[in-house]
């Protein structure tokens, strides 16, 4: 996990109470400023992409594909509106409120394959876990 350090702070109790704390490496820093490390298994930008602008998600990716290792995979879990930008729903309206309250919007599949493409993961999937308006997309390096 790499978070600051108030948020790792709560996620080191919740690996330790689910048994897994020898499998996670938490590591402070600002996802906007800092490498993440390297060798990584996975990364996963939770809710992180509508906060922010193409270029500074464009950034975000490229840094995460540096952290991964060969066949390592990125996983985005945000909000995703059809490539017309007409649904769902609730990503439709959430990018209003990221015009209205910051430079962030919701992105479509497409902008993110793009951009994953652009920094070098060889596959792009999207993954519907049925319990999300969104699918999650998972990019293999």
Not at 40 to 55: A, K, L, S, W
Not at 102 to 117: P, V
Request: charged share 25%.
């Amino acid at each position: 996990a790499f978070d600051l350090q108030s948020v790792l702070d709560e996620a080191a109790n919740v690996v330790k109470e689910f048994g897994v704390a020898e499998s996670f490496r938490l590591q402070a820093g600002d996802y906007r400023t800092s490498e993440f490390g390297s060798s990584y298994d996975i990364v996963v930008f939770g809710n992180i992409c509508h906060i922010e602008t193409p270029e500074t998600n464009r950034q975000l990716i490229a840094r995460a594909h540096r952290a991964l290792k060969a066949g390592g995979r990125l996983v985005i879990g945000d909000l995703l509106p059809n490539d017309e930008r007409t649904g769902p729903a609730f990503p439709v309206m959430f990018a209003v409120n990221m015009f209205l309250h910051c430079d962030g919007d919701t992105y479509t599949f497409e902008e993110y394959r793009a951009w994953l493409r652009e920094a070098g993961f060889a596959r792009v999937e999207s993954y519907d876990t049925q319990r999300s308006p969104s699918p999650v997309i998972i990019a293999t390096k």
